[in-house]
C-alpha cells in the first residue's frame, strides 16, 4: 500500500540517523548542531513557508485543535491524578515522574510533519501546522510546570512558563505563518521563494536528527516507567484522539493527520528539558528510544485500522 510504502520510508531516514551516529561516521558534536539548525532555522521555516500560504479559512482549526487539545488534557489530567499511586505502588518518584509525564503527552513533530507531508502532500503540511500551532504552547506550559513541581525544589513561576514558551521556534514560526498570510499575495516570489526552499530541507533534516536522538546502547530493562509512556503515547493518546474527533466532526484529511500527531512518539526536546530542570534524562532518553522503535509497529496499525479502506 503507498500509505505503508511512506511509512516506511521515514522510518528508514530515522534509522539511517541513528546508524550514522552510532558508527561515528559524523562525529557526536556535529549532530548537536545539526540538531540546533533543524530545530531553530530548517523547521520555523517550514511552518511559516506553510502557513503563510495555507488556505487557512478551509482548514478545521478549531475543530481539530479541540480534538488535540482534549486528547493531550485527558491523558495529562489523568496521570497527575494518579501521581501518589505511581510513587505508591510502581516506586516513580518525582524526576521520574516528570519524565513519565512528558514522554506520554508529548510529540514529535518532525516526524509528524514528514508523515503528513509524505500521505497528503501541502494539505498535510498545513494540517500539521495547525496541530503545531495547538498543542505546543499548552505542551510547554505542562511539561515545564510538571518539571518544576516534582522534580525541582523550586517554586513554579510565570517566568519560567513565560521563557519556556517565548523561547520555542514552532510557536513564534506558527504566529509569524499567520501574519504573513493574509499578505502572501504582495510578496514577490523571489523574496519567499528561499523560505521555501529552506523549509523543504527540514523534512529529511528532522528525521536524520530523530534517528540520531535515539540511544539503541541504552535499551533497558523494561520497568513501569517505560510501559506506562508507552501505552499512553502510542496506544491511549491516538484512541483518545479518534474518539473526540468523532464527537468535533474531524474527518478525511484532518483526521488523519490527527490520529498522526498523536501516534508519533515523543520529542526530543523532552530530554533536553529533563536535563535543564532537573527530571530523570536518563529514564527520558530511554523512553524516547523505546517509542520510536515501537512506533514502527502502532503507527502502521493505527493507520490501517482508522485511515486506509
Not at 479518534?242 to 493527520?257: E, I, M, N, Q
Amino acid at each position: 500500500m503507498p500509505a505503508l510504502s511512506n511509512l516506511l520510508t521515514v522510518f528508514l531516514i530515522i534509522a539511517i540517523g541513528a546508524f550514522l551516529k552510532s558508527t561515528n561516521i559524523i562525529r557526536r558534536d556535529t549532530w548537536d548542531g545539526f540538531e540546533r539548525v533543524t530545530y531553530l532555522i530548517l523547521f520555523p521555516a517550514m511552518i511559516i513557508s506553510t502557513m503563510a500560504s495555507a488556505d487557512l479559512a478551509s482548514t478545521p482549526f478549531l475543530s481539530m485543535g479541540a480534538t488535540l487539545v482534549a486528547s493531550l488534557l485527558t491523558i495529562a489530567v489523568l496521570l497527575l491524578l494518579l501521581r501518589s499511586a505511581l510513587e505508591k505502588y510502581f516506586d516513580i518518584d518525582g524526576a521520574s515522574f516528570s519524565s513519565v509525564f512528558q514522554g506520554s503527552i508529548r510529540w514529535n513533530s518532525f516526524v509528524a510533519f514528514a508523515l503528513a507531508t509524505s500521505f497528503h502532500g501541502r494539505d498535510g503540511a498545513t494540517l500539521c501546522a495547525v496541530a503545531i500551532a495547538a498543542m505546543i504552547p499548552l505542551l510547554n506550559f505542562l511539561s515545564v510546570g510538571v518539571l518544576t513541581r516534582y522534580a525541582q525544589e523550586q517554586k513554579t513561576t510565570w517566568t519560567i512558563y513565560g521563557q519556556a514558551v517565548l523561547k520555542n521556534p514552532f510557536i513564534w514560526s506558527c504566529v509569524f505563518g499567520l501574519l504573513l498570510n493574509p499578505l502572501i499575495k504582495f510578496i514577490p516570489t523571489a523574496v519567499f521563494s528561499p523560505l521555501t526552499l529552506i523549509g523543504q530541507a527540514s523534512l529529511a533534516a528532522g528525521l536524520l536528527a530523530a534517528g540520531a536522538g535515539l540511544e539503541l546502547r541504552r535499551i533497558p530493562r523494561i520497568t513501569s516507567g517505560h510501559l506506562i509512556p508507552l501505552f499512553a503515547k502510542l496506544i491511549a493518546m491516538p484512541l483518545l484522539a479518534v474518539l473526540f474527533a468523532s464527537a468535533f466532526l474531524v474527518d478525511g484529511t484532518a483526521l488523519s493527520v490527527t490520529i498522526l500527531a498523536m501516534a508519533v512518539p515523543t520529542a526530543s526536546a523532552s530530554y533536553i528539558l529533563a536535563r535543564q530542570l532537573g527530571g530523570n534524562a536518563t529514564l527520558m532518553a530511554e523512553i524516547l528510544t523505546l517509542q520510536t522503535l515501537c512506533a514502527m509497529i502502532t503507527i502502521p496499525l493505527l493507520y490501517s485500522a482508522f485511515i486506509i479502506p
